[in-house]
């Protein structure tokens, strides 16, 4: 079966889809995206990806390109259309097609929307979250509003390949300070010597993670002593245990950084408890 995807208004063959060269996505980064994981068929953490969705948009004053009730109509066909129960779906906002000008077009162009789906093999992930990952640290050099959710990801993709090319899957960027800020394409996180879980606040320059925020909630609920503090490199390195999240990959074990075990470098129980507590929470209130 060939995949479909959405673009501006139609559905077409994934290997034909195609937007304008002059579409300010591809010249300017000038667009927002958001990922939701597809688990059993349901949208995680659906709501919290709506409401980044709508500040992405406004942060960038880039007009709503459809109603909520019709983005959904939109996403759940591309999932049937691409026969998806496991996987993710991308959706990307652009300003639109105009003439290149850095300045933002006049009049307004319609904003270019594009939905695409991808299977995951679940079983893969889950052995993978058994066996936990690698991670590399690599100064931060992104702009000052990593908070917006945009498609001008090149230092994140850099951070990526170098992390790709120590034989880690992630990497976590570091500030001047010396602390963790987040990962390329995840929130960082650990569980420090005295047993604390702890993430950047979100005071700092990192997206503010739909799954970084529904595991807060969830780890109070089940009593974890939680902590939005940032933690430095040699923090990271001591600490009892370590993982990512992202709807990538939900709640992801780290068992090295920079080569330097995590622990006893494997998974930590409270990591492997969180990602199963994290998957029933983001399936209950999704759509
Ligand atoms: N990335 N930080 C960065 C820089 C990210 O790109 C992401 C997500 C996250 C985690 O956010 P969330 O929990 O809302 O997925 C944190 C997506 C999955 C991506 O770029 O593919």
Known sequence: MSRV?????????????AVHIEDRGYQFADGVYEVWAIAGGVLTDAEGHFARLTRSLGELKIPTPMSREALIVVLRETLRRNRIKDGLLYLQVTRGVAPRDHAFPLPAPTPALVVTAKRV???????RAAKGVAVITTPENRWGRCDIKTV???PNVLAKQSAREAGAAEAWFVDDLGLITEGASSNAWIIDAQGVLRTRD????????????TLLRVAREAGVSVEERPFTVEEAKLAKEAFTTGAGAQVLPVVRIDGAAVGAGEPGPVARRLRRLYMEESRRTGL
Not at 5 to 17: I, K, L, P, T
Not at 203 to 213: E, Y
């Open 202 to 213: 979100i005071q700092a320059n990192i997206l503010r993670g739909v799954t970084r925020n």
């Open 152 to 154: 001008g990801l090149l």
């Open 121 to 127: 093999d679940s079983a893969a992930a889950e052995a």
């Open 5 to 17: 995807a959405y673009v501006n208004g139609r559905f077409v063959r994934h290997a034909e889809a």
